[in-house]
């Protein structure tokens, strides 16, 4: 079965959502999602999009926070032009019907929040549900438009490129390497649909279940810089990985985040005894950029033998929490918790993917007709570290950019003819009476990228991580030739390859800088590594 369209949007978050609103407007578009249109990090996020509105700060101001959390790496080109961009595509989304969060009911002025890192309050918010209505008025201006088409339990198993085409025979003219679209598993009845597309954007979010604590939804398993790097396109940053500082530590809560701006509110860390102790690793105390926070409460944790640290709140007037933290507050309720009365225990769990698939200024990849936004793409902005709130802003901004470049260069290409792209092949496989080895290889990757590649890192942690990865590769090359793809074993496929990048990059920079912290090299090296870590896949 083929499936023609003008744009393949692979992803429905705030990233592809945006783009596909804006690229309907010349041309059809088709989005496909592994789960539910709504399951994804952007549902989940609930600090909100950092932007300049108040009349006291300034986009220099905003410039500076960027670059200082990004600890040399960002570049300031493109941090100067997100920022910037920042406050029309908030324009943009109120005049779509997202009700930000204002001082009070009879206010035209927006509540402004700040988080860790942030010199001034400029997180825009819609209490600590932001990500959630984003999401949900995306998706209904998405479903309003007749040129969008949401195939929901559908995964792309791989992009289709010149390369493939070459290998199965296929002559086409192109003089580099082009993405013509993807083969997808639909994952209800196991059947794989060739989609055929002038612009294939990846907009599939990030990869933090390639470690056992995780913010992040299942879902999240890396799949677009996964299909991205197989194709050929570049990846950089992969060592950077965002540990966020406060994860609720719950039996029965799984990968709930308790908000920066709970922080940002006044929220304190304390240890077991109740005592405060950022003050010992940084000026800014609890408000501290993130890797800094992370690596504190790590350090505490291996100090006092202790399984959580505690973030309290309860000096703030208990009305005060509630309005502005509703769904936390509710949560933590739910699991006996009142953070009004007492502390809520938290531990750090991987968050956010800093690197990716290397773009440039609008979202385009190193292959033809290819781009990538939102959490799957490095474009620059974060460096060695993400400034709280600036990951919807960069999704926001690089939708639009991709979507009007894109555009431009469909005028070109609308007329000419699809290649005639193979038909997927499963060959020999079978069925697989051995899902074991899926969920047994799932479980072993998480737990040594948590224990080998996580907060802080050793040379030999790395060695062995690697060998480990090796191995496990192999097991994984072997069984999907094997049998008939399924959903768990493409995502294993994927977090394995992303696990795989994540350790050659740790491995390759010789330094400690922002979220990469490793024993050996306790110091930042400029002269050497005051560089992007970029990595390609020349195979295709």
């Keep these: 079965m083929e499936i023609y369209t003008d744009y393949l949007v692979i992803g429905s978050g705030i990233a592809g959502l945006t783009f596909a609103l804006q690229a309907a407007r010349s041309g059809t578009v088709t989005i496909v999602t592994k789960k539910e249109k709504m399951e994804g990090s952007t549902n989940y996020a609930q600090g909100g999009i950092a932007s300049v509105f108040d009349p006291n700060d300034r986009f220099d101001f905003h410039i500076k926070d960027t670059l200082e959390s990004g600890d040399g790496l960002c570049h300031e080109d493109i ?54 209505e984003v999401e949900r008025i995306l998706l209904e201006r998405a479903e309003e438009n007749k040129n969008i088409s949401i195939y929901e339990h559908h995964m792309a198993i791989d992009l289709i490129t010149k390369s493939k085409m070459i290998k199965r025979g296929i002559n086409t003219s192109e003089s580099k390497e082009t993405c013509w679209g993807a083969y997808v598993l639909d994952a209800v009845n196991g059947s794989v649909i060739t989609f055929l597309a002038h612009v294939t954007v990846l907009s599939t979010g990030g990869a933090g279940k390639v470690y056992r604590y995780t913010s992040n939804p299942d879902i999240a398993t890396g799949d677009g810089v996964a299909i991205g790097y197989r194709a050929g396109a570049k990846v950089a940053n992969m060592e950077f990985v965002q540990f966020h500082p406060t994860i609720l530590y719950h039996p029965l809560a799984k990968n709930f985040l308790i908000s920066e701006a709970v922080r940002g509110e006044g929220g304190v860390l304390v240890d077991a005894k109740g005592n405060r102790f950022m003050e010992e690793y940084h000026p800014l105390k609890d408000l501290a950029f993130r890797d800094i926070v992370a690596r504190s409460i790590d350090m505490e944790l291996k100090k006092s033998g202790d399984e959580c640290v505690y973030l309290d709140i309860t000096h703030k007037p208990a009305e005060f929490i509630k309005d502005r933290f509703p769904n936390i507050y509710e949560t933590c309720l739910g699991l006996q918790i ?3 009365k007492q502390p809520v225990p938290v531990v750090p769990a991987a968050h956010y993917m800093c690197g990716g698939l290397l773009t440039d200024q609008y979202g385009v990849t190193n292959l033809e007709n290819l781009y990538a ?15 709280a709130s600036n990951s919807l802003l960069e999704a926001l901004v690089f939708a639009r950019r991709a979507a009007v470049k894109s555009s431009e260069d469909l005028n070109e290409k609308r007329n000419l003819p699809f290649p005639g792209a193979p038909q997927w092949d499963p060959g020999s496989a079978t069925d697989s009476e051995e899902i074991v080895v899926v969920t047994h290889n799932w479980d072993e990757i998480r737990s040594f990228m948590w224990n080998y590649v996580g907060i802080v890192r050793t040379n030999k942690r790395l060695e062995r991580a690697r060998r480990r990865i090796e191995n496990i590769q192999e097991e994984i090359r072997e069984y999907y030739w094997n049998f008939l793809v399924t959903l768990d074993l493409l995502e294993l496929r994927n977090i394995a390859l992303v696990a795989e990048l994540i350790i050659s990059s740790a491995s390759l920079r010789k330094e400690s800088r922002g979220l990469h912290h490793n024993l050996d090299y306790p110091s930042k090296d400029d002269k050497n590594w005051l560089r992007d870590t970029v990595l390609c896949n020349d195979k295709g």
């Design 79 to 132: 941090v100067r032009m997100v920022v910037q961009e920042g406050p029309p595509r908030i324009d943009e989304l109120i005049s779509l019907g997202v009700n930000f969060s204002h001082l009070s009911d009879d206010s035209d002025t927006l509540d402004l929040g700040r988080e860790g890192g942030h010199s001034k309050r400029r997180i825009v918010h819609v209490k600590d549900l932001t990500g959630r």
């Design 338 to 340: 009142d953070m009004t």
């Design 373 to 387: 936004i939102g959490e799957v793409a490095c474009t620059g902005l974060h460096g060695a570290n993400r400034l």
